[in-house]
């Protein structure tokens, strides 16, 4: 009995003299990133509208300015104006319709494209010009009190990829021990890839504040997994919504560091 | 004269060994200050702490690597990047010093991350 005690005193003796001569401590730290872009001469911000091509199975511009508009509200300080998410495609089509209404083509250029007939960024720059009508943005600035305003290109396409693709599978020895080995293979694989392109444009004065930011991000699954479009543009906007938040507003990012004696 | 010499070089040598003791031992303990105050937060008088402690001993890496952690914690990125490059330089071997800066560098290069396709 003596003994059993004496030994446990000697382990909890041990362990504060370990805790005592420690010489590195873990210190959890929060590292904020300064905002790319000075906003600080607005109060509002105004998620427009995107120019949108690639799969008809998700509405880049719908769902687009509903999640960054979500994000911002949580994670910026900026007021975010709720109103519809403009038709940029159409506004587009019309003010170059405009540009041409005389020529003999100008019944055509009023037509809107079909999603369907817009696969890549490519399909979208004609109608790219919409970017740089200050007078278009202004007025859409005045509507909504002056905010900043974002607006962009958004590029969801499917996409699918054969080759050699390592994966890690659970073996069972001889001696009936698991382990897990890193196995090559020849894989055929499908899923989305979505390029985005966001403008930031003055609502006061309706010019472009920057040269905007272009992110691209790809995901591949299994051929049998079938996993759905939204799904995937949901995954695939969780990478890129952290550096669109980081070009607004300032961001912590957690984590833990080692100091040393 | 030469066990004179002999005897002048050596007492430099241990004066010189003591100062360098001496100065170790301050910049420690503004280290331990540093972190007694940095795991209560306050984290900008943890800075004053490990600046003086690379003043005091410009070849401590533990300074150093400390010191980075604070600027890292305080939004000075350019001064963090410098003072982990400095505390690697010291101790190039060092696994703690090593993990806090690739640590530090992740989360640099993630947000000046911007693809173009």
Redesign the interface.
């Known amino acids: 009995m003596t003994g059993r005690i004496s030994l446990k005193l000697l382990s909890v003796g041990l362990l504060v003299g370990a805790a005592g001569c420690a010489s590195?401590?873990e210190?959890p730290?929060?590292?904020?990133?300064?905002a790319k872009l000075d906003v600080s001469a607005f109060q509002r911000v105004f998620i427009a509208g995107f120019l949108s091509s690639g799969t008809e199975d998700v509405d880049g511009n719908v769902e687009t300015v509903r999640l960054l508009r979500s994000q911002l509200r949580m994670k910026s300080n900026l007021k975010v104006v709720d109103a519809d998410a403009l038709p940029l495609l159409e506004v587009a089509t019309a003010t170059s319709a405009e540009g041409q209404a005389a020529g003999p083509g100008a019944s055509e250029a009023r037509e809107t494209p079909k999603l369907a007939s817009l696969k890549t960024?490519k399909d979208l720059e004609p109608f790219e010009h919409i970017f740089a009508d200050a007078d278009y943005w202004k007025k859409i600035g005045e509507e909504y009190q002056n905010p900043l305003i974002v607006t962009g290109t958004v590029v969801f396409t499917p996409h699918s990829q054969s080759g050699m693709v390592q994966r890690e599978q659970e073996v069972i020895d001889a001696l009936g021990r698991r382990r897990v080995e890193p196995v090559r293979e020849y894989m055929e694989r499908k899923g989305f890839i979505l390029?985005e392109k966001f403008i930031f444009i003055d609502g006061r004065t309706g010019a472009q504040i920057s040269g905007g930011?272009?992110?691209?991000e790809e995901r591949l699954y299994n051929q049998n997994d079938n996993t759905p479009a939204l799904s995937s543009y949901f995954e695939l906007m969780d990478e890129i919504i952290?550096?669109f938040l980081?070009t607004l507003s300032?961001?912590r990012?957690r984590?833990s560091?080692?100091?040393?004696? | 004269m030469r066990v004179h010499m002999l005897t002048a070089v050596l007492l430099l040598g241990v004066l010189s060994g003591a100062a360098y003791a001496d100065a170790r031992a301050d910049a420690?303990a503004q280290?331990?200050f540093g972190?007694s105050v940095?795991?209560k937060g306050l984290w900008k008088e943890a800075i004053y702490r490990w600046e003086r402690a690379t003043q005091i001993d410009p070849n401590y890496a533990?300074a150093f690597?400390?010191l980075a952690?604070a600027y890292?914690?305080?939004?000075l990125?350019e001064k963090a990047g410098a003072a982990y490059e400095r505390a690697l330089k010291l101790e190039p071997n060092?696994p703690?010093?090593r993990?806090?800066f690739e640590?530090?560098k992740e989360?640099h290069d993630?947000?000046n991350?911007?693809?173009?396709?």
């Not at chain 1, 560091?257 to 004696?261: A, C, T």
């Not at chain 2, 890292?72 to 939004?75: F, Y």
């Open positions: 590195f401590y210190i730290i929060e590292t904020p990133i300064a960024e390029a930011e272009t992110f691209r952290p550096r980081s300032t961001q990012v984590g560091r080692v100091l040393i004696k | 420690k280290v331990e972190i940095a795991q533990a690597n400390d952690i890292e914690h305080e939004g990125l060092n703690m010093v993990q806090n640590l530090f989360i993630r947000t991350q911007s693809q173009t396709p």
